[in-house]
């Protein structure tokens, strides 16, 4: 069990190391293909001798020198199965081009096509030799959990399934993996986010939870948490721990006071580091649906965001070190157009789930809900909450309407815990920021 910034990723990567220096073949896997890059990438700088399955536009760059595709291609062996493939295909052209002139009999046609067909039988048997070789010799084979079914793999043994973010697969998937090997070890956090589950049915059937958790609860003893994190300081760590860890997770000495100055930013007395909560409550600024957009968005909200986060930028930040997670998808188009400019530089804005597994310097988190009724809608799915609020590595800035936020207790622990860090503003008292000049 691996909160966030406790390095969960780099924990199970060595658990691998340590298996294959025992002789051991293991199938690495997890949900989602971004997820996969990452792991394999870490076993990559170990050493070991990998192989990453799947379509080569789905692999990221780091890792493509490792995918199948490239290392068929770079086999000296591929060679012949080009020569087969381009001998068929002149081979067909020629045909083609004779028998339009009826320099050929059908008979000699169909002779011809016969030897096309077996020069491109030859090729494709021989390149999938080549795959199976090289999954064969491969200490360790990646893939995502629903790849592990690849035909590929339809000879393959494995000793391990290390299934990493294995709390945002589904069962049916995790399963796919998970029954490759006798032995399996998982990794994940359920308090962070959870399966992708569409049909409320399915959601309330409990396909929303799982397998990491099933087991967990089944048998704790089975399960480890991780303690120790590395990304924030422990301003930062402390109402996550309480909330979500019961308390358990404590800074390592390297990050435990970790601040923007350490990077050259200027101070800005206005704005308590390593965070402070940024309260709307009482302007109006109320949520909204613009046109057909399902999703809600909070115009003057967003251009307090923007206000906030030029005045990171102004303050000598590079705009490759500030996110910006928006609970809501239409916040985040919103966003997008207010600070192209910046975008274009390196600014990331995304919803929670494209900054799961992720970390910035700076994070201004814009939580939207505003209303009179305190609906928060998903936000009371703490769980996204906790991600957004874990991604910052030295400063964040929670922007919120406390009136729409307070009447829920997890938020309402959040305001608590900003006014007694003395991290409580008001976006009353302070409605012209004095680093108004991005540039400067």
Known sequence: HGPPGTGKTRTLAEFVAKAVARGERVLACAASNAAVDNLAERLVERGLVVVRLGHPARVSP????????AQVAASDDYALARGWIAEAHALRLTLDKRWRRRAISYAERRAGFAEVRRLLRDARAHLAGLKDAIVARAQVVCATAAGADSDLLAEAEFDWVALDEATQAVDPIALVALLRAPRAVLAGDPCQLPPTVIDPRAAAAGLGRSFFERLAEAAPC???LLTVEYRMPRELLGFPSAQHYGGRLEADPSVAERRLSDLGV????LRPEPWCFLDTAGKGWDETRLGDDPSLCNPEQAARVAAEVERLLARGLPASEVGVICAYSAQVRLLRERLA????????ISSVDGFQGREKEAVVVDLVRSNPEARVGFLQDTRRTNVALTRARRFLLVVGDSATLAPHPYYAALLAAADAAGAYLSAWADDAPPFADAEG
């Not at 780091?62 to 595709?69: F, I, S």
């Not at 200027?266 to 007395?269: E, H, K, M």
């Open 266 to 269: 200027l101070p800005d007395p």
């Open 222 to 224: 089975a399960s480890r």
């Open 341 to 348: 400019r910046w975008v274009s530089e390196g600014l990331e």
């Open 62 to 69: 780091a890792v493509e020198a490792h995918g199948l595709d």
